[in-house]
């Protein structure tokens, strides 16, 4: 545990000029450390991290870091740049870079070491030290905490003197404020917000408790601290927990950055809400970045960010609903393989069971997926409001799903029942009730109101101009034909191949799966070209490192050899990291071919029941032979765009020669290759 740094991970006179260089002089160190297996991988995480959201900070940090499957051990590895480095930080270069590598399977030990250095990145002190540092040996021991005691923090001062009657003296308690931090990866930032604010809030004499929801753990604040608490920062890039406990507090709720680079104006922030009352800018069903972050409420960010916050929602509902759909639709699949398709009209199993005879092992493997289809929709509404509003929309989100089946309204009037379950709920959570009923609120009194509420939309307002919206749209997709339906396979196999997992990919899937939940011939075709099109990226890969190789690392001609099972698995993401290594050509080229998939799959009438599993579920799907012969036309496209791009660069010699100058993504492709 104590090795997390050593002085070979050190570099004080880091020569890199751009951060991809950086990173990689560092990852290098690391190899030679034997704490990551495979730099290139290792280096396309940190980049697909980097893309989340920049790495630089306030005071000269840049902190590039990732949990990778190919680090086998928590690892620290520290350069300094006389010269600076752009990690987009608001004040400019860093000159204290810190890569941090976490395995995939980190445990809470070497997690919590990794936050506590994030804490003290933000101690002037220490960034001094670092930058005063000589010998490689010392600044690694210092990253890794070893140095002498510090004397009592001025908060415990300022305990000692509140416990001795100096706040008595000055008239009034301190100003106290509750905080929750988070980020995507939970290893750095969250813990350096956590760190600033507190640090600002000794300075403004304002008394602040965080809680870190990161990856040391989640230890909930106490219920009476937040119950003394006058406010509350949210400073978080993934939902808060538990959003419920902070109801009816006055709410500064921004992103982590900010909670890092400006402290004070948060706390200043909070403390004018507080003056003026503002006890309903928080509820428990409040998941975005509101008017604390700098903007007027009903600004044009704002809006920017619900829409961000109700893809949210939505995709909760969709993640939630497919393993349903995974079941129920492959044992339908597999009934009708056996049975064919009049199988789903026989009797009971409950009544007619022979063990013998196939049809009544088709029958019951129809029956038990049907069962599953049922709850397709309920589930879909339940966990849409559950991401809005947490556990009491869970019941009204249901009962709407419920009642969108009963009025024929479907898959969108399941999504519309979630959105009204969730809204219902955040109203009344925004009620202030005494505290006697609090505790009987989430699990009697908010699930009872909102779906008599929710009830009376479906049934009486909503649900029959939704049914007749759902049989329009019914109805367009079983019309589709000629032109019309290739233009929805391009449309359809570029969302897939864009993003390749990503939002675009979930949006396009979530439209296919939908239509499963009452299939037509339509919808069928829908989620055909839609798996076609999400095979292509990964199996383009593997054949362009098969019938290329010198254009592709080691890494990625091992890669592609897992890429050709992912892709006939309809893993689109086994494509990532060659998008993450040269996004400039790897992803038009799969967008290419996963269009001309989408459309000939479209074409050809191709049908499929299963929402998932490749080519292992071929037998069942309408039209094999031709769906076989749309991938493999994507996969050819894609395969010579991609080669074709990479073999033009590779034959420009200075221009690759002044990438690797660089230390661009690509020059690390063309030394290799």
């Not at 349903?324 to 009971?348: R, T």
Request: aromatic share 6%; proline share 5%.
């Amino acid at each position: 545990m104590s090795e997390l740094i050593t002085a070979e991970l050190v570099d004080l006179d880091l020569s890199a000029t751009t951060k991809d260089a950086a990173a990689r002089s560092l990852a290098e160190r690391m190899v030679a450390a034997h704490r990551v297996t495979d730099l290139d991988g290792f280096l396309a995480d940190v980049a697909a991290r980097e893309a989340q959201m920049p790495t630089g900070l306030d005071g000269g940090i840049g902190i590039p870091h990732c949990r990778s499957e190919h680090v086998n051990a928590p690892t620290l590895a520290f350069g300094r740049s006389a010269a600076g480095i752009d990690f987009g930080a608001a004040d400019g270069p860093a000159d204290l870079i810190f890569l941090i590598a976490a395995p995939a399977g980190a445990d809470d030990d070497h997690l919590t070491i990794l936050s506590g250095l994030a804490r003290r990145l933000m101690d002037p002190e220490f960034t001094a030290a670092l930058r005063a540092g000589s010998d490689p040996a010392a600044v690694a021991a210092l990253n890794r905490g070893e140095e002498p005691a510090e004397e009592p923090a001025p908060e415990e001062e300022r305990a000692e003197d509140t416990e001795s009657g100096t706040a008595e003296a000055a008239g009034s308690a301190p100003f106290r404020i509750v905080a929750v931090t988070s980020c995507p990866t939970g290893i750095a930032h969250t813990y350096m917000a956590a760190e600033s604010l507190a640090a600002a809030g000794r300075a403004e004499g304002v008394e602040v408790t965080v809680e870190t929801q990161g990856s040391a753990g989640f230890k909930k604040l106490d219920a009476g601290v937040i119950a003394a608490a006058d406010a509350v920062i949210w400073a978080h890039d993934v939902e808060v927990r538990e959003k419920a406990r902070f109801r009816g507090k006055p709410l500064v709720d921004v992103g982590v950055k900010a909670g890092i680079n400006r402290p004070a104006e948060l706390i200043a922030e909070a403390r004018r809400k507080a003056e003026r009352g503002e006890t309903a800018a928080v509820s428990e069903a409040d998941g975005g970045r509101g008017s604390g972050d700098g903007g007027e409420e009903g600004s044009g960010a704002d809006h920017a960010h619900f829409g961000v916050r109700l893809r949210t929602y939505l995709m909760s509902g969709v993640s939630y609903m497919v393993p349903f759909v995974a079941a129920g639709g492959l044992l339908i699949a597999l009934s009708f393989a056996i049975g064919g398709y009049e199988i789903a009209s026989a009797k009971s199993v409950a009544d007619h069971f022979v063990w013998g005879e196939a049809d009544s092992w088709a029958a019951l493997l129809n029956q038990i997926g049907s069962a599953a289809f049922a709850f397709l929709v309920p589930v879909l509404a339940g966990y849409i409001a559950y991401g809005m509003a947490d556990r009491p929309a869970l019941v009204p989100g249901f009962v709407g799903g419920s009642i969108a089946l009963t009025v024929n309204a479907g898959f969108l009037g399941g999504l519309v029942a979630g959105l009204l379950a969730g809204a219902v709920v955040m109203a009344i959570q925004r009620v202030p009730v005494h505290a006697t009923l609090r505790g009987i609120m989430p699990v009697l009194v908010i699930p009872l109101i909102a779906s008599a509420v929710v009830g009376f939309l479906m049934f009486i307002v909503v649900g029959k101009p939704i049914a007749s919206l759902q049989n329009a749209l019914t109805d367009w997709l079983n019309g589709l034909s000629g032109s019309n339906a290739v233009i929805l396979g391009v449309v359809l196999g570029l969302m897939m191949c864009f993003d390749m997992g990503g939002p675009l990919n979930k949006v396009a899937y979530a439209f296919a799966v939908g239509g499963l939940a009452d299939p037509t011939d339509g919808s069928l075709k829908v989620m055909a070209a839609v798996m076609a099109a999400g095979m292509v990226p990964p199996l383009a890969m593997a054949l362009a490192t098969t019938v290329r190789k010198k254009l592709f690392t080691k890494t990625e001609r091992e890669n592609g050899r897992a890429a050709w099972v992912l892709g006939a698995s309809f893993i689109t993401e086994g494509a990532i990291p060659f998008a993450a290594a040269d996004p400039l050509r790897v992803i038009p080229s799969v967008m290419a071919g996963g269009a001309v998939t989408g459309a000939l799959s479209m074409a050809f009438g191709a049908t499929l029941r299963a929402p998932h599993g490749g080519v292992f579920v071929v037998p069942l799907i309408g039209q094999p032979f031709l769906y076989l012969l749309a991938i493999a036309a994507g996969t050819l496209v894609a395969t010579a765009l991609v080669v074709l791009l990479k073999g033009a660069r590779r034959a420009a010699p200075d221009a690759a020669g002044e990438a690797g100058a660089t230390g661009s993504d690509d020059s690390r492709v063309t030394v290799a290759a």
